[in-house]
Each structure stands twice: as structure tokens, then as C-alpha cells.
């Protein structure tokens, strides 16, 4: 990333303000220690859990220069999620999102996917440094029907990989639906089912309508890769009674818009009760 790209990463995020100097100063100091040092920096995420910087990792650098990468969408989950309820972690990568909610769910609660192997092992291992069990992380793609499928296989996490991406370097994965996970989590109330696939989204809800349609996750948050919201996701979440919406640029669900990155989508039942 160039020093223009990391200084406009730093200053624009909502959570640096009265710090943006300091913010600064630590996107320097972490961009000399990862030319030197190889191996991983623990640091503490803003809610005290622990967290693995890698010096090859996307994710470790948006940590490094903001507590919360995504500061509108996070704290907008925040606010909504109840302790205990499920989150459903899809396309995980190394587990940021989850890491950052955990306080508020308890990590027994969590269930994340992640098919890429290094990712994966990232994974687990920020996992491990918490002390948490990893029972519930799955080293596999999800999507409509079980199966197998065909992932990239980098050598560092990537923010791009997705399923059937062509590439050199390769890797066969198991291939799951959510709708045939249900039982793993029945008897609790799913908060939040977050999907980041890489435009492989469609495939995901096809296999979680029971998920969607029985289970009712008071709050899903999912990626748009086009800046619209693609016509099959849109009748999916019709036949399932979901509304879709965007945050503003204040975090405030927007009702008008789809043009967002990250959308989310609720229960119609609870759309009143916002």
C-alpha cells in the first residue's frame, strides 16, 4: 500500500479522530517493523481480545491503523447483538470481525468458515492466543450443496480469494451449506450471519434459506462487490421476508440506497422496531 493509500486509511476513519497523529505514527512504526521482522506481532484489539499481526497480512495492517477497520458497520453490530446469540462467520479470513464482537457473544457462540488454508491457520491460531476452543471453525467453502471446491491456496491471506478462482497454486476444500449446519447451533437465537465470499454470495443464501426462512438472524451483513444489489440475492431475501438496506455515512440504516460495499439485511417483522 502506497503512503498516500495508508495516510487516507488512517485519517478517515471515524475511530481515529483526536488521535489520527498517534494513528499515524503507529501505521509508521508498523510498516518499518514488518520489513524487518517476520514473524507475528500480538497486539490488543479495542475490546481486549488478542490478535496475531502478521507483516503479510491485509487484515494485521487495517488493524494497525484503526481499532475498527470497518467503524461504521462494526459498531452498528455492536449496538444490536444480545450476549449469546450465534454470529455465523462466512468467508472468516483470519477472523477480525468475529474477534471484534466476540466480547459481546462469547466466542462459544461464534461459528466461522474459512476455506483458504493459510487464512485457516490463521485463523485458528488467533483462536489459540485467546484460549478459546476451535471446534466451531470449519476449514471449508460454503455454499449451496455439499460437495468440493476448488480454492486459491496463496501463501499469505488474501481479501480476494474465492471460490473456483484461477490461479496456479490451488486447493480442493469441502464444500458445505449452511441450512445442513443448523442443528449445530439449535436452541440459540443466530445475531448475526456475516457473508464475504467474493462474489460467491449467491451461492451461500441458496444454501442457507432454512437458515434464513426458519432461523430468522436478527441481522445479516454481506458484500457487494457491483455497488447494486444483485437481482437473485434480492429475490432470495423477498422469498425469505428479509429487507435489505445500507448504513450512511453516519452508520444509520438507509432504506434509499444499495450501493454500498457492505449491505446488511433484517427480518421484515422487525424493520418497525429498529
Known amino acids: 500500500m502506497s503512503v498516500g493509500l495508508i495516510f487516507k486509511s488512517v485519517w478517515r476513519n471515524p475511530g481515529n479522530r483526536g488521535q489520527r497523529f498517534d494513528r499515524l505514527a503507529r501505521a509508521a512504526a508498523w510498516q518499518i ?33 484503526s481499532d475498527w477497520p470497518e467503524f461504521w458497520e462494526l459498531h452498528f453490530i455492536r449496538r444490536r447483538l444480545q450476549p449469546g446469540e450465534v454470529i455465523i462467520d462466512v468467508g472468516a479470513n483470519v477472523g477480525h470481525i468475529s474477534l471484534l464482537l466476540a466480547d459481546v457473544v462469547g466466542a462459544e457462540n461464534i461459528f466461522a468458515f474459512e476455506p483458504t488454508p493459510v487464512s485457516f491457520r490463521r485463523l485458528t491460531a488467533n483462536w489459540l492466543l485467546n484460549h478459546w476452543s476451535t471446534s466451531q471453525l470449519y476449514n471449508c467453502a460454503v455454499g449451496k450443496s455439499a460437495g468440493t471446491a476448488i480454492v486459491g491456496d496463496p501463501a499469505r491471506p488474501e481479501t480476494k480469494n474465492a471460490v473456483g478462482i484461477t490461479s496456479e ?60 444489489l444483485a437481482t437473485n440475492i434480492a429475490a432470495l431475501f423477498d422469498r425469505v421476508r428479509f429487507t435489505v438496506f445500507q448504513l450512511s455515512e453516519h452508520g444509520e440504516p438507509d432504506f434509499e440506497h444499495l450501493s454500498a460495499q457492505n449491505l446488511f439485511a433484517v427480518p421484515n417483522e422487525t424493520v418497525g422496531s429498529r
Open 169 to 228: 497454486d490451488t486447493v480442493e476444500v469441502p464444500l458445505v451449506s449452511l441450512d445442513s449446519f443448523r442443528e449445530r447451533w439449535r436452541g440459540r437465537r443466530v445475531g448475526l450471519l456475516v457473508v464475504d465470499v467474493e462474489g460467491y454470495e449467491p451461492e451461500v443464501f441458496a444454501g442457507a434459506e432454512k437458515l434464513l426462512g426458519l432461523d430468522r438472524p436478527r441481522l445479516v451483513m454481506f458484500e457487494s462487490l457491483d455497488g447494486s
Open 33 to 65: 517493523r514488518k520489513r524487518f521482522v517476520a514473524a507475528p506481532h500480538v497486539i490488543a484489539l479495542p475490546n481486549g481480545v488478542r490478535f496475531n499481526a502478521w507483516p503479510d497480512c491485509v487484515t494485521s495492517s487495517a488493524l494497525m491503523y
